[in-house]
């Protein structure tokens, strides 16, 4: 069974820090490309980033870009989100998903707050 | 950055109402384009990618159609579990991005 298990979120100040996590099992993790979207409260999706299976090709959404970075270790079947420069306007919860999100996973809440 | 806009945003529909939802992208982008449905606290679920291909165990009533700019996702008879949101993501272009959303409700 596909599962992509989020961790890392919680609470953080402006102009912090956090790195996701997802860890992810019942598929060939190192032949995937793998996404983070994301939902603030209450309002709609919206795509953060995405890598290629083998971690050379990453982009980024415009809210972005410049202050995180996805990532992944093939050997850890593990994905990641370096999230830098931390706004208000962050918080959401983020997804992991695996290729053009045929699979979610449950989210972590990240809580950009003083 | 390409803009997707869904409509209508929200609607009221019966059990058995045949449901059509549009997407429009502002420039074209070939049949890239995925449907989901998301119900209230839970997480979003894929039904249709590349315009019109049903997600394996998502019901027949859901079918997808367009190419370029212009899509729908069609639910034949509403069931009572599909009154939830629905938002298109187009994946020809990075960014990549959804549409704002259709919210649909009891009648």
């Known amino acids: 069974e596909v599962q992509m298990v989020e961790s890392g979120g919680g609470l953080v100040q402006p102009g912090g820090s956090l790195r996701l996590s997802c860890a992810a099992s019942?598929?060939?993790?190192?032949?995937?490309?793998m996404t983070w979207g994301r939902q603030a409260p209450g309002k709609g999706l919206e795509w953060v980033s995405v890598?290629?299976?083998?971690?050379?090709?990453?982009e980024y959404g415009d809210s972005v870009k410049g202050r995180f970075t996805i990532s992944r270790d093939n050997s850890k079947n593990t994905l990641y989100l370096q999230m830098n420069s931390l706004r208000v306007e962050d918080t959401a919860v983020y997804y992991c998903?695996?290729?053009?999100?045929?699979?979610w996973g449950q989210g972590t809440l990240v809580t950009v707050s003083s | 950055d390409i803009q997707m806009t869904q409509s209508p945003s929200a609607m009221s529909a019966s059990v058995g109402d045949r449901v059509t939802i549009t997407c429009r992208a502002s420039?074209?982008?070939?049949?890239?384009l995925a449907w989901f449905q998301q119900k209230p606290g839970k997480v979003p679920k894929r039904l249709i990618y590349?315009?019109?291909s049903l997600q394996s165990g998502v019901p027949s009533r859901f079918s997808g159609s367009g190419s370029g700019t212009e899509f729908t996702l069609t639910i034949s008879s509403l069931q009572p579990e599909d009154f939830a949101t629905y938002y298109c993501?187009?994946?020809?272009?990075?960014?990549?991005?959804f549409g704002q959303g259709t919210k649909v409700e009891i009648k």
């Open positions: 993501l187009q994946y020809n272009n990075y960014p990549w991005t």
């Open positions: 590349a315009a019109s």
């Open positions: 019942g598929f060939t993790f190192s032949t995937s490309t």
């Open positions: 890598i290629s299976a083998s971690g050379d090709n990453t």
């Open positions: 998903g695996k290729g053009w999100f045929d699979r």
């Open positions: 420039q074209g982008i070939s049949n890239n």
